[in-house]
């Protein structure tokens, strides 16, 4: 129970974001992020990564997986939107909206912060680049879900499973090649957004969006909203390789 209420007061918690900021929905929520992605995506691999066709087979599985069922556990969601961000760099308006139309359980205050989060626009949340074939070896470690939706891939060995292009039989799948270096891409991306952080300004906003959004709670564990101030060293870039 609980952990029950916890969850309720979490849901309460991203409603009322929402409800206190409703541009969140196609703003980012630190300025400084606006213009940082093109805003109009590569339709190339927005369709690639919508499709299930991307070449990293543990996002194309889930998204598959998603087409189908219209659901995907938590863990998931924010690999794929991550995946979509930064290692694609596709701007969240519209990878959010692809998600929006599949997801069974949208709801607009908890998506489009989870968005935002996943794709390091708030100026407030750790930033995960997360690596699509670490996720794969991690959360499907015998490959039976990356199968079940990558049939193309059943001769490929499981020990390659998550990164077929390694195989010696690559060139006769059914498959598509990766659409980016996962590691080159990763690299990239951390750079930009770095940069972002190091710009003039950057803190003070941040502060704001902190003292208007961030969650906190009290000594017995109930959720506040007083305000805080932020660290000296914000240094918020922690990476899921």
């Known amino acids: 129970m609980q952990s029950f209420r916890a969850r309720l007061a979490w849901r309460d918690h991203f409603v009322q974001k929402l409800e206190d900021e409703p541009a969140l929905e196609w703003r980012c929520l630190h300025p400084a992020y606006e213009g940082l992605r093109p805003a109009m995506p590569d339709a190339a691999r927005l369709e690639a990564w919508c499709r299930g066709e991307t070449g990293?087979?543990?996002v194309d599985a889930?998204?598959?997986?998603l087409a189908a069922t219209g659901w995907l556990n938590f863990r998931m969601r924010s690999m794929v939107m991550a995946v979509a961000s930064y290692h694609l760099w596709l701007d969240w308006r519209a990878t959010g909206q692809h998600l929006a139309r599949m997801f069974t359980d949208y709801e607009p205050?908890?998506?489009w912060s989870?968005?935002?989060?996943q794709s390091g626009t708030t100026g407030i949340?750790?930033?995960r680049i997360y690596n699509p074939v670490k996720q794969g070896l991690d959360q499907d470690p015998t490959g039976a879900f990356t199968r079940v939706w990558l049939p193309e891939l059943a001769d490929v060995p499981d020990a390659l499973l998550q990164e077929p292009w390694r195989w010696d039989g690559a060139s006769g799948l059914r498959y598509p090649a990766p659409v980016v270096d996962v590691k080159a891409a990763a690299a990239a991306a951390r750079d930009r957004v770095w940069a972002v952080r190091q710009g003039d300004g950057f803190r003070a906003q941040a502060a704001r969006v902190v003292r208007k959004h961030a969650s906190r709670k009290d000594a017995k564990g109930r959720f506040q909203r007083d305000p805080v101030r932020?660290?000296?060293d914000d240094r918020q870039m922690g990476f899921d390789f």
């Open 109 to 111: 205050g908890i998506h």
């Open 125 to 127: 949340n750790t930033i």
């Open 56 to 58: 990293l087979p543990f």
């Open 62 to 65: 889930c998204m598959r997986s």
């Open 114 to 117: 989870q968005v935002q989060m």
């Open 230 to 232: 932020l660290k000296k």
